[in-house]
C-alpha cells in the first residue's frame, strides 16, 4: 500500500507530462496536453499530504541491496512539512503556468522538464538513502538547466539578463538563455561531483548510506580531523553551488533568462532551497552539537555560518543596487539562503531544544517554509508584471498599480510578510533567528548578530523598493497590456493566503513556542523597529541619486561576473589552445604526419638510392663491410 | 546450449544480409541483434547461463568455450543493442553517403552491410570468448572490417587515415598477441579461468608489460591517441558510431580480465598508471574545447573518457565494477553522440564545423534532443554512468583514503568527472542553441533518431531496478569470485569488503 503511496508521489508528475512529449509536433494536442501535467503535479500534492497526515518513520524498498543502494524513505518532521509545501508551491506555479506559457514555442520541452524539476525536488526531499538523493539532486540539476534554457532561441530581449550592448570593459553585461542555462549547470557540476565522492566516501567508510542510520560520531572518529574536514567541505561543495552562495552565485542571477515560473520554482522550493534543505537535513541528524569532541567538525561549521552570512548580506547588497525585477529577487532570494545557512550552521553552537529539535535548525527551517511561500508569490507577480508591461525592468506608478490591484495587494503581504516586521509571519521566524545569533556572542563573538541585522535591514529596503518602483513611483510602463491572466491571478493569490496559514501554525504548534517567546525579546523588536523603518524608506525613497554609483557597482554584483565570464574561461581556453595548438599537433606530427613518416621515406629513399645497378657500386659495398670486419676484427685481437 | 545458438546468429547474418535488399538486410542485422539482447537479459534477470564448452586443443591453448559470466553479459548486453540500434540508424545514412559519393547504392549497400556485421558479430563474440586465442582472432577481424570500412566508405583522405588505422592497430595488436603467447607458455593453456574450467593462473610481468602497452595503445591514452581523431573523424558515421563507443573500450575488457587473473603489475606500477590516465583524459577533455570538426570532438571525448576506464583499473574491486559500467554508459552514450552527429551530416548536407552550426534545435529537434541524452551519460547525470562515477570515486576513496595525503588523487579524480559536463554542455549550447540560423523544421526520417531514443531511454532504465537489481550484483560477485584467490594470495591489497 504505502509503495503506491510512493510511486505515485514521485512518477505521476513525471509519467503525466510523456504524454506532452510524443505529441511535440501536434499543436492541437500540446495546447490541451499541460492539463494532464498539471494533473500529474496535483496527484504528488495528494500524496504529500497523505504522508504528512498519515506516515511516520522509515520506509524501505530493495533496489541494490547487496551494496546498500535502496529506496529508502524518511518520513520525518521536516520531510513530511518540506513535502508538502515543495508540492503545494509547484501546483500553484503549474496553475499559473498554464495561463503564463500559453502560445510558446515548445510547451512539450517546458513540462516535461517542470515536472521532472517537481519530481526531482520531493525525491530530495523524502530520500534517506545518499545515492538516492543524489539521483534528485541531478535530476535537479538537469531539469533547471533545461528550463534556465527554456528560450533557447535567444531571440527575445524580454528574456535577456542585462542590460543590452552594456560592457564593462572588456565584459559584456548581457546574458542570454543559452548561456544561462550552461552557467547553471557548469556551476553546479563544480559542486556536485564533490559531493558525490563524499556520499562514496560515506558509502566505502560507513556501514549504510541512509542519513538516519549513519552513525556520523563514528564515522568522522575514523577518518580524523583532515578526513571530516575534506568530507564535509566536499558535501557542502554541492550544496553552496546548488544554493548559490559567495563565490559561487553568478549563476542564478543568469537563471533570470528562464521563463518566470520556473524562476518562481527555482527560487522557493527547489533548487537553491534544496542545498540549504539538505544542509538542514543532514546537521539534523549529525547533530553537531553533541559532537564538540570531534576535531575538525567546528572549522566547517564556522565556515558554512560565516559563507552563509556574507553571501546574505551580499545579496541583499548587489539587490540595492539592481532595476531588473526578477534579477533583484533573485539576489534577495541568494540573501534569504544564505541566512538559512547561517542558521542551521549555528545549531552547532545551540543546546537549546524545543520538542526534542534543536532550535536553530528550526528556525532554519521555518524560515525557509515562510520565505518560500513570499518569494514564489512575488515572482509569479512579476511574471504577471513583465507580461503587462512587456518589460523586464522596474516600472508602474499607483495609477498603474490600481489597474493591477491584486497584483499589488499580493506584493504588499508577500513583502511585508517576507522582510520580519512586527508582528507579521516571518518576524517571529526572525526574531528566533536573532535570538540564535546571540547565542552565538558567547563563542564566535557579535559579528554574526551584526551581519544579521544588516543583512535583515538591507533586505527590508529591497523588497520595499521592488513594491513602490512597481506600484507606486515607478516610471510609467511604456506598454500596458492588463486584459486576461485570470489564472495567474488565481496564483499567486493562492500562493499568498498560505502565508496566513503559515502564521497560525507559528501560534499553533508547539515547537515554534521559542518563536513566540523570541518575538518577545528586546533586540527581536529592536530589530523589527529598525527593519520596519528600512521598509518605510525604501518605500518612500526607492532610488537615491546620490549613490547611483555605488548603485552601478551593486547592480554588477560587485563584478563577480569578472570571475565567471573573464578569469576562468580564460584561463581554460589558454589550456585548451595549448593542449591542441602544442600537445596533438606535435603528437600528431610526430608519429602520423611529420617526423616518422618521414624518417621511413627518408631510410627507404637512401636504400633505393644506393641501388643504382652497376656491378661495382655492389662490389664496393661487399668489400667495404668485408673491411670493417677485418678492422673490428684486428682491434678486438689486439685488445683481447 | 541455446545462447551458444543465439551468439551464433549474428555469424550467421553475415553471409545472409548481402543477399537481401538494403532495407530487408538492415531489418535482419538489427533482429539478429536485438535476439541475443533479449536472450542476455534473460540471463541476468534469471542468472541462469552456465560456460558453453567448444573444443579443447592441446596445450598451450588449451579449453576454447563460451564465457557467459555477468561480466561478458555487460559488455554483450552493450555491443548487442548498440549494434542494432546503429545498424537502423544506418540505412538512411548510408544510402546518403553512397549517393554522395556516386555509387550504386543496391550493390554498395551489399558489400557495406557484410562489412558492418561480421565487424559487429566479431565484437561480440570477442566478449564472449573463454579463451584468448580466440578473442585475439576477433580482435583482428574487429580491426580488418573497420579498416576496409574506413577504406571504402570513409570521408576526407580516408586511404591515408584507413592506413594510418590498421597500422596502429596491428601494432597494438602485435603486442597483445606477444603478451598472450607468454602467458599461454608459461601456463600451458590460453583458457580464462570461470567456475569449473581451471585456466591461466599467472601473468608474467613481461606478458603484462606487452598487454598493457598494446591495449593502453588500442584505449588509446595520451600519447598514442593522435590515430583516434583521424579515424573516429573520417570512417563513416555508422562505423564511428562503433568503432568509438564500442571497439576502443573493449582495450579496456581485455586488461579488466588480465587485471582478474593478476593485479600485481597494476598494484606494482598503479600511480605511474593511474597519474597517465588522469592527465590523459583531462588533456583529452581540454582538447574538446578546441575542435571545429564535430566528430573529431566527439573523438577526443572518447580519448577522455578512456582514461576514466584506466583509470578504473587501478581502484580496486569496486574500480573493477566501474569500468565495467562506465563501459556501458560511455558506449550508449558516444553512439548517440556520433550518430548525432551523422544525423547532421544527413540533414544540412555534410555539416561537420562546429562554427557553423548553432541554434540547429529548430531544425532538428529530435536529434537536438538525442544528443543532450548522450551527454547526459557521459556526464553520468540520471543514467547507468551514475553507477559507473559512483563506484570508481568509491574505489578511489577504498585505495587512497579520505587525508589529506590523498586529497591530490581526489581533486584530479573530481576534476577530471566535471570537465566532461563541461565540455558536453559547452558543446550541446554551441551546436544546437543560440539564435537559429534557420528556423525551418526539416522532416527527417524515423531512422535517425528513433534507434538513439531507444538506445537513451535503456541506458536510464539500467540505472534502475529490476537491470541494476539483477545486473550489479551479478557484476560484483563474478569480480569477487576472481579476485578472492588474489586476495589470499596477498596479491591484492586490501580486505574483501
Known sequence: MNEWVFLLLFLAPVVSSIPIVLAYKNKEWTEKLPYLSVFGIFVSVLMSLLIFFVLEGQYRYDWIPDLGINFVF???????????????????????????????????????????????????????????????????????????????????????????????????????????????????????????????????????????????????????AAGTIILMLCIL??????????????????????????????????????????????????????????????????????????????????????????VLLAASTMSSIGLMFAAAAASFWIHEEIAGMNLALLVAFWYMAVHAFAKASLFLVSGHLIHATHSRFLCGGLEFGKRMTPAFIVTIIATTFLVGMPPFTAYWVKSGMDEVMEHLIHDLGIIPLILLILTSVVYAGIMAKFLSLNFIKGDKPQHEHLEGGGLMKVGYILMVSVLFLLTILIFKNEETEGFRQAGYASVSIMVGLAILLAYVVGLVKPRISALSKLGTFFNDRMYLPFVNDYILPKTGFFVSHLVNEYGNRGIDGLFNTKVIPGLFGWISRRIRAIQTGYLSRYITIVLGIVMFILVIVAVGGVWL | MIMLYVLLLPLLVVCLA?????????????????????????????????????????????????????????FGLTICIVSAMVALFALPYMKHRFEEMELNVEGEFKKYIFLYQFYAASMLWLVYSGNLILLYVFLEIALITAFLLIYFYGYGNRRWVGQLYLIWSLIAGVLTLAGFLIIGIDNNTLALSTGTIKGITTVGTIAWMFIFVGMVIELPVLGPHVWLPWAHAEAPTPLSALLSPLTVGLAGYVLLRIALIDYSFIEVYRMPILAYAIISSIYAGFSVFKQTDFKRLLAYSTVSQMGYMLAALCLGPFGLIGLVIQYMSHAFGKSILFSSA???????????????????????????????????????????????????????????????????????????FILSVWYGFYTIQKIFYGKPKDTKRLEISRYLYVPLFII?????????????????????SVIWQLIEGQIAAGIMGGVMP
Open chain 1, 74 to 224: 524518511m518520513c520525518d518532521y521536516l520531510s513530511r512539512y518540506m513535502g508538502v509545501i515543495t508540492a503545494v508551491i509547484a501546483f500553484f506555479i503549474a496553475v499559473y503556468g498554464l495561463d503564463y506559457m500559453k502560445g510558446d514555442y515548445r510547451p512539450s520541452w517546458y513540462w516535461f522538464f517542470f515536472n521532472l524539476f517537481t519530481a526531482s525536488m520531493l525525491l530530495v526531499v523524502y530520500s534517506d538513502n545518499l545515492f538516492l538523493l543524489f539521483v534528485g539532486w541531478e535530476g535537479l540539476g538537469a531539469a533547471s538547466w533545461g528550463l534556465i534554457g527554456h528560450w533557447f532561441r535567444d531571440d527575445d530581449d524580454i528574456a535577456y539578463v542585462g542590460e543590452a550592448g552594456r560592457k564593462v570593459g572588456p565584459l559584456g553585461m548581457s546574458w542570454p538563455p543559452s548561456f544561462g542555462g550552461w552557467r547553471a549547470i557548469s556551476t553546479i557540476r563544480f559542486g556536485d561531483v564533490p559531493m558525490f565522492l563524499a556520499i562514496a566516501a560515506i558509502w566505502a567508510l560507513s556501514p549504510t548510506l541512509n542519513i538516519s542510520e549513519i552513525e556520523w560520531g563514528t564515522l568522522f572518529a575514523t577518518i580524523g
Open chain 1, 237 to 326: 561543495m554541492g550544496l553552496f553551488t546548488k544554493s548559490a552562495q559567495v563565490p559561487f552565485s553568478e549563476w542564478l542571477m543568469t537563471a533570470m533568462t528562464g521563463p518566470t515560473t520556473v524562476s518562481a520554482l527555482l527560487h522557493s522550493a527547489t533548487m537553491v532551497a534544496a542545498g540549504a534543505f539538505v544542509f538542514i537535513k543532514l546537521t539534523w541528524y549529525i547533530e553537531p552539537w553533541h559532537l564538540h569532541g570531534v576535531p575538525g567538525l567546528e572549522s566547517v561549521y564556522v565556515l558554512a555560518l560565516f559563507i552563509g552570512l556574507i553571501s546574505g548580506l551580499y545579496g541583499a547588497l548587489a539587490g540595492s543596487g539592481m532595476l531588473e525585477r526578477k
Open chain 2, 18 to 74: 548481402p543477399l537481401l535488399t538494403p532495407k530487408k538486410a538492415t531489418y535482419l542485422s538489427s533482429l539478429s541483434f536485438m535476439l541475443p539482447f533479449f536472450a542476455i537479459l534473460y540471463c541476468i534477470l534469471f542468472k541462469g547461463c552456465d560456460p558453453i564448452p567448444i573444443m579443447t586443443f592441446s596445450p598451450p591453448i588449451g579449453e576454447i568455450y563460451l564465457n557467459l559470466d555477468f561480466i561478458s553479459h555487460a
Open chain 2, 342 to 416: 551523422g544525423g547532421i551530416i544527413a540533414v544540412h548536407h555534410g555539416m561537420r564545423d562546429v562554427n557553423k552550426m548553432g541554434g540547429l534545435h529548430d531544425s532538428i529537434p529530435a536529434i537536438s534532443n538525442a544528443a543532450v541524452v548522450g551527454f547526459l551519460n557521459l556526464g553520468g547525470i540520471l543514467t547507468i554512468g551514475m553507477l559507473g562515477e559512483f563506484f570508481i570515486l568509491r574505489g578511489v576513496v577504498e585505495t587512497f583514503g579520505l587525508n589529506t595525503k590523498s586529497l591530490p588523487i581526489l581533486l584530479a579524480m573530481i576534476f577530471m
Open chain 2, 456 to 476: 537513451g531511454i535503456i541506458s536510464v532504465l539500467l540505472l534502475f531496478p529490476p537491470l541494476s537489481t539483477a545486473l550489479i550484483p551479478g557484476i560484483k
